[in-house]
């Protein structure tokens, strides 16, 4: 039985641009992040990273804080409705709630670019049916809302 290669971030990059998905660097990190997620409303950030024996594809939604008791009613129906992503609401004292759409993909003993396809497809599926979900609560921050109006994001900022 033939060994499948463990990817590393150039192959990544290599089944990315064969599968015709856009990606750039932001600089601050080996994220490799994704455009066509940041198209759906809400989400401000996505990327795809090898972290350990991981492939990890996360997506980042800011959230008003008046929807914040709203989003936590809400992660167990949306963790059951999306078995495959581990959804969660995260805070850090300088930022914006967020909610956070994450899905890995065990590295060991190896994956293929068939693999990695799917898993590629299938995520940014599933988490742009998530985004359009928690769209639909009216808990996102979209900009200068509520006479909240966080200071500009910094390239560091974003998931990191």
Known sequence: MPSLPIPDHDTLKSWLEHLQIEYYLC???QGLHIP???????IYDAKVEIEGDF???SASIELRPTGLMKAFAEMSRLNT???????????VDDTLPRILLCHNLAL???ISADQFSFF???CID????????????DIIYLGDEDGLE???RSPGAIMH
């Open 120 to 122: 590629m497809q299938d």
């Open 108 to 110: 060991n003993p190896g």
């Open 36 to 42: 066509v997620l940041q198209e759906n409303t809400g």
């Open 55 to 57: 492939v990890y594809l």
């Open 81 to 91: 409705h999306y078995p495959t992503l581990k959804i969660f609401v995260e805070m």
């Open 126 to 137: 599933q988490m742009g049916q998530a985004a359009t979900e928690i769209q639909a609560l």
């Open 150 to 152: 966080p200071e500009p």
């Open 27 to 29: 600089g601050t990190c």
